[in-house]
């Protein structure tokens, strides 16, 4: 009887409730109508009075894009130009100079430049400021005219006017269009360590991983004490090769999950979903990143650094920890919009913050290292928050000198050391291989090299 009384009750109590909630509902619809009746003046407004002549289609992407530069630096509108060369940049292959770029307060900052590029071979760094093309200022353009100016016919040249921080002076590069076809991985042996360099994550990133490590294989005869993934200035990519290169390296457990608005919106992924065990076999890895190791390069690193099958090494990567998909609207338009956040197997976010590296090694071996800044997530004007709530922002060095990061670039040099992180990864990783006899007087893998404050 109490329960049939409880629920009448609750029945009443909600009939009541119900011309209140209509009400809120009948007021929220009005001030939608009202404002885009505002739009719409503004709109007519714009059309009979402004200096010039405005067609319907450059006013209402205009409004597209505001929309959606409100929310995020992620989320963005694709008309046909753009549909069509994102496709064309997923497949691998595009024409233009090899530069990952991202807008910052109406300026074009350089993310990556990918390898064996021409913006790569002319010295382009992460960090840098692209402010004329061919003499041109493009401060204030959208991203993707800014893009559209820098593709074009290969053998043909281009002139960027670059401010770097740390400089005085804008400084002139010029460069020559070729077809961008990125190596998205290649690999070598040195000292008998298979080095996997992966720069970007397009349909053949998988395939070109189990590849590397076979090849790698025949050449040691199967003696490759271990192996290095170099993911430095790796800006992303798919989803589904982050995946499956990390189920390459992995036999089993979570590598990521991704979680959407509501909190029963999560979907997990684990290992052995596209590759059945370890190719690696079981040898040690290290995993090199930097500030310029995003999205999808952070979850390889972060999957395999949370169950403990890779040591990561280098310094803390950009912390764009958000998961876009795309939408299309019609056959030749449609949206990136960010949809969720990802999170590690160990249940944290890198956004914002990043994957903290276990061993936090500086690249000694650049003579500009020291002067250029590090752009991460965090600078981004409207980056997403990290829900967790954990101030990833004030992972730094050590302040206190370490005797292991004393050498200057000319000391390197003379050395034969040109890429000082390389170096130090791949004799981690020699000690960590070397079978039980030599390892007993070998010198053992340093400590973390960084504190939290």
Same mark, same amino acid.
């Given at each position: 009887?109490?329960k ?17 909630v ?7 619809e009005?001030?939608?109508y009202?404002?885009l009746?505002?739009f719409?003046a ?7 009075d ?13 409004a ?6 409100s929310?995020?630096?992620?989320s ?7 549909f ?5 940049t997923t ?9 990952t770029v991202?807008m910052?307060?109406?300026?074009v ?5 990918s390898e ?6 002319a010295?382009?760094?992460?960090g840098d ?11 204030g ?5 800014s ?7 290969p ?9 770097r921080?740390?400089?005085d002076k804008?400084f002139?590069v ?16 040195k000292?008998n360590v298979?080095?996997?360099?992966i720069?970007?994550f397009?349909?053949?990133t998988g395939?070109?991983?189990?590849k590397a ?14 192996y290095v ?9 798919l989803?589904d090769?982050a995946?499956?290169v ?15 608005r509501e ?16 190719l690696?076999?079981g040898r ?11 999205s ?8 395999l ?5 890779a040591?990561?090494?280098?310094e ?7 998961v876009? #998909? +795309?939408?299309? /609207?019609?056959d030749?338009? !449609?949206?990136?919009? *960010?949809t =969720?956040?990802?999170?590690t197997?160990? &249940? ?9 590296p276990?061993?936090l090694?500086?690249?000694l071996s650049?003579?500009d ?10 600078d981004?004007r409207?980056?997403l928050?990290n829900?967790a ?7 730094e ?25 390389m170096?130090?990864?791949?004799? #981690? +990783?020699?000690? /960590?291989?070397?079978p039980? !006899?030599q390892?007993? *007087?070998? =010198?053992?893998?340093?400590a973390?090299? &960084?504190?939290?404050?």
């Open positions: 009887m109490r049939i009384l409880l629920r009448g009750a609750g029945l009443v109590g909600a009939m009541a409730l119900l011309p209140a209509t009400a809120g509902l009948a007021q929220t009005t001030d939608t009202r404002q009746d505002q719409m503004v709109m007519e407004r714009i059309k009979a402004y200096v010039d002549k405005v067609d319907d289609k450059t006013l209402i992407k205009g597209i894009d505001g929309m959606l530069a929310l995020d630096p992620h963005s509108y694709l008309d046909e130009r753009d069509k060369n994102m496709q064309t497949e691998g292959n595009y024409g233009g100079l090899g530069l991202q910052d307060e109406g300026a900052k350089v993310v990556a430049a064996d590029t021409p913006a790569f071979r010295g382009i760094k992460p400021y692209l402010t004329n093309i061919d003499g041109k200022l493009i401060y353009d959208s991203l993707e005219d893009v559209e100016k820098m593709r074009g016919t053998g043909t040249q281009i002139r960027l006017t670059i401010v921080p740390g400089r804008p002139d010029t460069l020559t269009r070729e077809v961008i076809e990125i190596k998205l991985v290649k690999w070598e042996v000292n298979g080095v996997i360099n720069n970007g397009s349909k053949p395939p070109g991983v189990q490590i076979s090849d790698i294989e025949a050449k040691t005869a199967g003696h490759v004490l271990g993934i170099d993911l430095r200035n790796n800006p992303g990519g989803l090769q995946i499956e990390s189920d390459i390296f992995l036999d089993h457990g979570e590598i990521v999950s991704q979680r959407g909190k029963t919106d999560i979907q997990r992924y684990f290992a052995e979903r596209m590759v059945r065990g370890d690696a076999k040690p890895i290290v995993v090199l990143v930097d500030a310029g190791s995003a999808a390069a952070e979850i390889v690193a972060a999957a650094q949370d169950q403990r099958r040591i990561v090494l280098g803390r990567s950009f912390g764009k920890g958000s876009q #998909t +795309v939408l299309p /609207l019609s030749e338009t !449609a949206l990136r919009l *960010t =969720a956040r990802y999170y197997p160990s &249940g944290r976010s890198v956004q914002e913050g990043g994957v903290e276990d061993i090694v500086p690249q650049d003579s290292y020291k002067a250029r800044p590090r752009l991460r997530e965090a981004l409207r980056h928050l829900q709530k954990v101030d990833n922002s004030v992972l060095t050590d302040t206190n000198p370490d005797p292991r990061f004393a050498a200057t670039p000319d000391s390197l040099k003379k050395a034969g050391v040109t890429d000082f992180q170096d130090y990864a791949v004799k #981690t +990783v020699a000690r /960590l291989g070397m039980a !006899a390892t007993a *007087t070998a =010198a053992p893998v340093p973390r090299a &960084g504190k939290r404050r």
